[in-house]
């Protein structure tokens, strides 16, 4: 596993706050900047199953299945987060995952 001080930082933190979403969402960020996918995988699905209307979540989800080439769980993963959007009034990100939709089912 590749290592970085800001990793093991946020791994302290962590260790204080298991739940917390927004210190999931930065810990699966830097897996995922660092090479991790499958650890980054885990912390983001951790986040839907934990937090489920942490709409910012879905998108990155979303690319990163499609990264890892699940395009199926990719397109669920944004109809999903566009449910949420909807019923918690983010218009933003309704339209982004409308949009990373779209692109995919283009392809």
Known sequence: MNDSPRLQQLLQFYSASPDDAFLLF????????LGNMETA???????????PDYVG???????????????????????????VAKK??????????AEAKLELDDE
């Open 41 to 51: 995988l885990d912390f983001y699905q951790k986040i839907v199953s934990t937090s």
């Open 26 to 33: 930065a810990l699966a960020k830097e897996h995922e900047k």
């Open 88 to 97: 918690i009034g983010d218009q933003h990100a309704f339209s982004e995952l």
């Open 57 to 83: 979540v879905y998108y990155h989800l979303g690319k990163l299945l499609e990264k890892a080439r699940a395009p199926e769980q990719a397109l669920e993963t944004y109809k999903s987060g566009m449910a």
